[in-house]
């Protein structure tokens, strides 16, 4: 595989801060919409610009094996509570557990004396129904679009502190997003803060209202091309701002995604004449170069193309240039690893699932975790590396077959071990459940 950026490589087992680190740094922890490994420059993918995020590689660190869950709402819960989503009874989509209201990251910082604001994707209420909301789960400030209520891009619908923002008629939802949190962040230059931004970018538009969103200038919808590079253009426009408040070495910026890219994009509202079903929108396949191979999108799929993801961490003068990490991290791993670097404690009387790995950061620490975790739909898998075993008992040699296309056989003697070791893993896990 040809990587398109100029990596330093350092060993990570050695690498130590260039100066002490920020007791109480900035963060600004960015996730991405449907974005796979496939679509940044920096793990090879060829299909799309992304030099800001790349930058951010080659200045930082780039985590090899992160894990997501297939789709947007369960990947949000774990991330914000620190848990697995069946330890919270596998909220239905599009709500958040009233009993963990009170154990997101957000009210975590809070009381650590952060600056909180949340912009973007929020998915886990209708806003309609519950303006206060995000205000309820730990941040000071928001700006968020109507799930399902309206346009996330062109003209958008957003809610503003728990309010119906006016006046962005012809707006271009994810710069007022953007420009929202440079607000935010230029009014909290002096203090602590945490700013979250779940990205509208690169999700397609919403297709299940009465009338169609309104169209791109182009007279179609973004392609998942065009999207993928306003998302790199806005993550850049973020450093830019914190290099202008002179904030880079005071902040830890933070870039992942919710899963991997989708199977197909939507294009136009028009009637699909192809689909058995009425007022289908017309979509486009989604397909992918990542050095000479096409590699469709995987969104929705428990296997690496819909759970491997994106994890890039920049802290100028804290973590060394161009560092691969190969240790396994997934998505309880946030809220405690989120806490350590700013002094926060953990919430009180919660088993939490997540694992901190801060010191791999600070450049002081070693890999937290055996196995990684991810479930969908009903089934779940845990893995290490080499190896990942599903809750059915199906059993795949990563390593050697990471498209999981042949079952390891019960027999097979090298896979023994691990069979045995992840078989207990998950058993600890249906135990708790």
């Known amino acids: 595989m ?13 690498a130590t801060p260039l100066v002490p680190a920020v007791d109480k740094p900035n963060i600004l922890l960015i996730m ?14 060829g299909s799309y610009k992304t030099p800001r995020l790349d930058q951010l590689t080659e200045s930082g660190m780039r985590f090899t094996h992160c894990y997501s869950m297939p789709v947007c709402h369960p990947t949000r ?7 697995y989503p069946f330890r919270l009874k596998n909220p239905k989509w599009g709500s958040f557990p009233k009993d963990a209201e009170q154990q997101t990251f957000a009210h975590v910082m809070k009381k650590a004396g952060y600056a909180t604001a949340v912009a973007g994707k929020w998915q886990i209420c209708m806003m309609r129904d519950d303006l206060d909301h995000a205000q309820r789960l730990g941040f000071d400030e928001s700006c968020l679009f109507g799930w399902h209520e309206g346009p996330r891009y062109h003209s958008p619908m957003i809610y503003q502190n728990g309010e119906l923002r006016k006046g962005l008629k012809d707006r271009y939802g994810p710069d007022v997003y953007v420009e929202f949190l440079i607000d935010f ?37 973004d392609s998942f091309k065009t999207m993928a590079e306003a998302m790199d253009v806005r993550v850049g426009r973020l450093m830019d701002a914190l290099e202008r408040l002179k904030l880079r070495e005071k902040t830890v910026v933070i ?12 294009y136009s509202a028009e009637p ?48 060394r240039p161009g560092q691969v990490v190969n ?15 700013g002094g926060g404690d953990l919430p009180a009387n919660v088993k939490s699932d997540g694992r901190s790995f801060a010191g791999r950061i600070r450049g002081s620490g070693k890999a937290v975790r055996d196995w990684a975790f991810a479930e969908h739909g009903g089934k779940h898998w845990v893995r290490t590396h080499d ?23 019960a027999n097979r003697q090298d896979a023994a071990d691990a069979r045995k070791r992840l078989t207990a893993v998950l058993r600890s896990l249906n135990g708790d459940q």
């Open 327 to 341: 240790d396994l991290v997934d998505f309880s791993d946030f809220l405690p690893t989120v806490a350590d670097l």
């Open 272 to 319: 699909n004449p192809d689909s058995k079903k009425k007022d289908k929108y017309i979509r486009v396949p989604v397909v992918s170069k990542v050095g000479d191979k096409e590699v469709p999108g995987g969104k929705g799929n428990l296997t690496d193309d819909g759970t491997n993801v994106p994890l890039l961490v920049n802290w100028p003068g804290t973590i």
């Open 255 to 266: 870039f992942t995604t919710d899963n991997g890219t989708p199977k197909s994009s939507i």
């Open 32 to 45: 991405a919409d449907d974005v796979g490994t496939d679509v940044l420059g920096s793990y090879g993918g």
């Open 185 to 221: 962040i230029e009014r909290n230059e002096d203090r602590p803060f945490l700013a979250y931004y779940p990205m509208a970018l690169c999700h397609d538009v919403t297709d299940d209202l009465k009338d169609p969103v309104p169209f791109g200038p182009e007279g179609h919808y």
């Open 77 to 83: 819960i774990a991330l914000m509570t620190g848990r």
């Open 387 to 409: 190896w990942k075993l599903y809750s059915d008992g199906k059993l795949f040699d990563m390593k050697h077959d990471p498209g999981e296309k042949k079952i390891v056989a």
């Open 2 to 14: 040809q990587i398109r950026c100029v990596l330093l490589f350092v060993v990570v087992g050695f």
